[in-house]
């Protein structure tokens, strides 16, 4: 019994040391994901606490592509088919913040685009975590670089003209 015990302790303390580190990760996609703070934190902790009951069947060699890929699979049972929509498209904001432009981006382009540029996951661990091929997550993240950029110029091009007085 108490053998028992010291391994369950050793599991718990592995786990912490492996998934502690990619929490902030782990949050910053929680919010582009489920799009309000609230709920990417109820995410997060619904995932950690998914991840330390699986950690013992892990056999992967990175814990952050895992632990991320399980980040999405909570998000997308609680946002249901609005994440998994490809074709959904996002209301467009006058706004000039990349957090806001990836925001409006589609879920499956904010997603990877998210992954590589703010959390710096490679397209491989992208897609392990995505579920797609890696083709796919070049061709998603070329898209949404495009999307940003045009949202980009079109946010410049209205600020130049706004008139002086508004």
């Known amino acids: 019994m108490m053998r028992s015990a010291k391994a369950g302790n050793k599991t718990a303390q592995q786990f912490r040391d492996a998934a502690l580190p990619c929490l902030d990760d782990a949050y910053a996609f929680a ?3 489920m799009r309000t703070e609230a709920d990417a934190e109820q995410a997060v902790q619904d995932c950690y606490l998914r991840a330390s009951r699986e950690f013992d069947s892990f056999r992967g060699p990175a814990v952050r592509p ?3 890929a399980l980040l999405k699979a909570v998000c997308q049972e609680r946002l249901g088919p ?4 490809e074709s959904a ?5 006058d706004s000039a913040t990349i957090r806001q432009l990836v925001d ?4 499956p ?3 990877v685009i998210a992954l590589r540029e703010m959390i710096d996951l490679s397209y491989k661990e992208i ?3 995505t579920g797609v091929p890696v083709t796919t997550v070049m061709s998603r993240i ?3 670089r495009a999307l940003l950029l045009a949202a980009r110029r079109a946010a410049n091009k209205a600020a130049q003209v706004k008139p002086a007085g508004a």
């Open 109 to 111: 382009l904010g997603e």
């Open 82 to 85: 609005r994440l998994a929509d």
């Open 142 to 144: 070329a898209e949404a």
């Open 127 to 129: 897609a392990e975590v």
């Open 66 to 68: 895992w632990l991320l």
């Open 104 to 107: 409006d981006l589609p879920a």
């Open 31 to 33: 919010q582009v994901l």
């Open 89 to 93: 498209t996002a209301e467009r904001r």
